[in-house]
C-alpha cells in the first residue's frame, strides 16, 4: 500500500515535497514513480527510480526543477519539487513496479493535489 502527501497550495516559484510511504517489507524491490493527472488531461509519468536509486528518469517538462530520490530504510518515496509553474498543477501519484522502464505499474498511491497559483 502506497500513502502519498505533502500536496498543497503554492505561488508560482515556490517549492513542495512530496512522500511516498510504502507499508510492507519489500519496498526495495520495487521501482518507484511519481505520475500527475491535470484537469481534463490524461495521467503522465513525471519522474521514476530504479530500486537502488541509481537510475533516475525525468520527464522533458520538469527536468532541472524536480527531484525523486528514495529511502529503503523509511520504505519512503519523495519528490522535491522547486520553481514550480502553473502548469505542474495536477494530482500527484506515487507508484511501484518490479520492472524499471517499463509501463507495468503494481502498485498506486491515493493522490495528492498540488496547485499552483500565478
Known amino acids: 500500500q502506497l500513502q502519498a502527501s505533502g500536496g498543497g497550495l503554492v505561488q508560482a516559484g515556490g517549492s513542495l515535497r512530496l512522500s511516498c510511504a510504502a507499508s510492507?517489507?519489500?519496498?526495495?524491490?520495487?521501482?518507484m514513480g511519481w505520475f500527475r493527472q491535470a484537469p481534463g488531461k490524461e495521467r503522465e509519468i513525471v519522474t521514476s527510480?530504479?530500486?537502488?536509486?541509481?537510475?533516475?528518469y525525468y520527464a522533458d517538462s520538469v527536468k532541472g526543477r524536480f527531484t525523486i530520490s528514495r529511502d529503503n530504510a523509511k520504505n519512503t518515496v519523495y519528490l522535491q519539487m522547486n520553481s514550480l509553474k502553473p502548469g505542474d498543477t495536477a494530482v500527484y501519484y506515487c507508484?511501484?513496479?518490479?520492472?524499471?522502464?517499463?509501463?507495468?505499474?503494481?502498485?498506486w498511491g491515493q493522490g495528492t493535489l498540488v496547485t499552483v497559483s500565478s
Open positions: 527510480i530504479n530500486r537502488s536509486g541509481a537510475s533516475l
Open positions: 507508484a511501484a513496479s518490479l520492472w524499471y522502464n517499463s509501463d507495468m505499474w503494481n502498485y
Open positions: 510492507g517489507r519489500t519496498f526495495s524491490s520495487y521501482n
